[in-house]
């Protein structure tokens, strides 16, 4: 248990759907991250968000609209995804003080396919 | 943020001290040099930290040469239970905007 909470762990949708990933921190960390991970390939920094403020968007299609409405929660609002966008998503979080950064803290990830 | 060069793969059999390197040249003055543990379907863990020289905690040690050039992940007495992806990752930990890139990674597998 890392205390970064992903809901659900599972989730199967069709291409016209609209479904959210809930990730949930209490760890008192005020970063949080959007990864995916598609197989045996690298994880792919997604979405950063620093103190509520989203400061890293590395290119990711409109269909994926992240939400970060207070530093212990982040979503990510998926619709009208494609079939390559079936993957492990993971949220983390870390805390920053100042200029340092602590290590990131994972949660185990939801597992989207989408049909 | 200096890019870094791992193994593919490794293999060990129980009980055996697995040294895994990375190489990273272009290492800046401010980086630090962090490695994760990643099993399948779940999220990375953080394993261990170092700057220079060796780091040692409960997990594993950190050997850190002078120049910083790279970096060995020494796990002792590996167990199954260590077959994992390791990652090794080079950034300035001093950074407000700190992104954490991961790269391919070493896949680790121990045999009984």
Partial sequence: ETGVTQTPRHLVMGMTNKKSLKCEQHLGHNAMYWYKQSAKKPLELMFVYSLEERVENNSVPSRFSPECPNSSHLFLHLHTLQPEDSALYLCASSRTQGSMNTEAFFGQGTRLTVV | ?112
């Fill in chain 2, 1 to 112: 943020l200096a890019k870094t060069t791992q193994p593919i793969s490794m293999d060990s059999y129980e009980g055996q001290e697995v040294n895994i390197t990375c190489s990273h040249n272009n290492i800046a003055t401010n980086d630090y040099i962090t490695w994760y543990q990643q099993f399948p379907s779940q999220g990375p863990r953080f394993i261990i930290q170092g700057y220079k020289t060796k780091v040692t905690n409960e997990v594993a040690s950190l050997f850190i040469p002078a120049d910083r050039k790279s970096s060995t992940l020494s796990l002792p007495r590996v167990s199954l239970s260590d077959t994992a992806v390791y990652y090794c990752l080079v950034g300035p930990r001093m950074d407000s905007s700190y992104k954490l890139i991961f790269g391919s990674g070493t896949r680790l597998l121990v045999r009984p």
